[in-house]
């Protein structure tokens, strides 16, 4: 059984670029969840994807946006890259059940450097 | 807003118990997790509590939950080199599904 996967692992870009990052769902769940951890802090929500729409956001500008597929992947893309962006950004699978229990599991994660 | 505050650093010896502590701040939460991070992972769940309880245990693992003081920890029996991690805990509610992280206690186990 597949956990979440994340593509690519590591990334490097420069200040003004943009960023898609790729994430696919442990099998079976349904719900994509996108966080930035910076370093030496605790993962920070940027926003969540449910049949395909984005069901609730973070406090990040509009410069982060992202996507669900049909069959539940995810990507999240980044537009003028500052360099406060480098992160390790994570992307969390869980069944969107409503009013559910809804344990989030979280794949390795991308490290992007901007410069 | 909600807050998730931990402290720092913990240090304990091989075979000791340690104790992570947690406070939080928003009173609707309904779920209160403990995810692992070793360097250069990502986190990986280690257990969870759901706020109508006042503690759960897991095998090494004991959640307590203060739900009056919205205090959280997590202890660790028998500590082994390979507990060494950041430890964070998080707090989520049924309204929304995203999760708010404490900064990490980084736990450091001597042989």
């Known amino acids: 059984d597949a956990g979440v996967t994340q593509s690519p692992t590591h990334l490097i870009k420069t200040r003004g670029q943009q960023v898609t990052l790729r994430c696919s769902p442990k099998s079976g769940h349904d719900t994509v969840s996108w966080y930035q951890q910076a370093l030496g802090q605790g993962p920070q929500f940027i926003f969540q994807y449910y049949e395909e729409e984005e069901r609730q956001r973070g406090n990040f500008p509009d410069r982060f946006s992202g996507h669900q597929f049909p069959n539940y992947s995810s990507e999240l893309n980044v537009n003028a890259l500052l360099l406060g962006d480098s992160a390790l950004y994570l992307c969390a699978s869980s069944l969107g059940l409503a009013g559910g229990k809804e344990t989030q599991y979280f794949g390795p994660g991308t490290r992007l450097l901007v410069l | 807003g909600e807050d998730v505050e931990q402290s720092l650093f913990l240090s304990v010896r091989e075979g000791d118990s340690s104790v992570i502590n947690c406070t939080y701040t928003?009173?609707?939460?309904?779920?209160l997790y403990w995810y692992k991070q070793e360097p250069g992972a990502g986190l990986q769940l280690l257990t969870y509590i759901f706020s109508n309880m006042d503690m759960k245990q897991d095998q090494r693992l004991t959640v307590l939950l203060n739900k009056k003081d919205k205090h959280l920890s997590l202890r660790i029996a028998d500590t082994q080199t390979g507990d060494s991690a950041i430890y964070f805990c998080a707090e989520g509610t049924n309204a929304g599904n995203m999760l708010t992280f404490g900064g990490g206690t980084r736990l450091m186990v001597k042989p």
């Open positions: 928003d009173s609707s939460s309904t779920y």
